[in-house]
T-cell receptor
Framework: EAGVVQSPRYKIIEKKQPVAFWCNPI?????LYWYLQNLGQGPELLIR????????DSQLPKDRFSAERLKGVDSTLKIQPAELGDSAVYLC??????????????FGPGTRLTVL | GENVEQHPSTLSVQEGDSAVIKCTYS??????FPWYKQELGKGPQLIID?????GEKKDQRIAVTLNKTAKHFSLHITETQPEDSAVYFC????????FGTGTRLTIIP
């Protein structure tokens, strides 16, 4: 069984440019998460989807970040415009079922973003 | 919201010895405590978890203990091997998964 797929794996952009990350969860997983991981820190939740509905986006900086999961499968996270402080690893995770974060979350390898 | 503290931030042990990582949490409503292992260039992977109605759980060389009264939980790895070298994260779940700051474990051959 394929795991969570993320692309690109690495992205280098200049500040003020837009960037987008893509995630394909494990087949059949209803819940999808985007996390931000700064160097030397644990992941922090940005947004959680149950099917196509964003049920927790309280930590998503909505002035520059947006996310979508149009058909309840793949998801895209976008930053526009990017700032120097956005340099981090962006992790996608998925879990089976709709009972919240207590189901085991399977993480993708992440996208490492560097903003110059 | 929940706050999870994790110690130590780095840990080096001789191969074959035991390693212990400790965490505390702040929200008494948290009731599920997973532990993740993250290897370089990979996402975190669940290695063991414990729910609040259990005080201890063991899986081969890995064990977790939970003290709800003190809001402490710990990861114990026995007979450490070089492949145990990684960053380990504790976490607590109430409404969302809150991670600790991580422990970089190095096993010295």
């Amino acid at each position: 069984e394929a795991g969570v797929v993320q692309s690109p794996r690495y992205k280098i952009i200049e500040k003020k440019q837009p960037v987008a990350f893509w995630c394909n969860p494990i087949s059949g997983h209803n819940t999808l998460y985007w996390y931000l991981q700064n160097l030397g820190q644990g992941p922090e939740l940005l947004i959680r989807y149950e099917n196509e509905e964003a049920v927790d986006d309280s930590q998503l900086p909505k002035d520059r970040f947006s996310a979508e999961r149009l058909k309840g499968v793949d998801s895209t996270l976008k930053i526009q415009p990017a700032e120097l402080g956005d340099s981090a690893v962006y992790l996608c995770a998925s879990s089976l079922g709709l009972s919240g974060p207590r189901n085991e979350q399977f993480f993708g390898p992440g996208t490492r973003l560097t903003v110059l | 919201g929940e706050n999870v503290e994790q110690h130590p931030s780095t840990l080096s042990v001789q191969e074959g010895d035991s390693a212990v990582i400790k965490c505390t949490y702040s929200d008494s409503a948290s009731n599920y405590f997973p532990w993740y292992k993250q290897e370089l260039g990979k996402g975190p992977q669940l290695i063991i978890d414990i729910r609040s109605n259990v005080g201890e759980k063991k899986d081969q060389r890995i064990a977790v203990t939970l003290n709800k009264t003190a809001k402490h939980f710990s990861l114990h790895i026995t007979e450490t091997q070089p492949e145990d070298s990684a960053v380990y994260f504790c976490a607590a779940i109430n409404e969302k998964l809150t991670f600790g700051t991580g422990t970089r474990l190095t096993i010295i051959p």
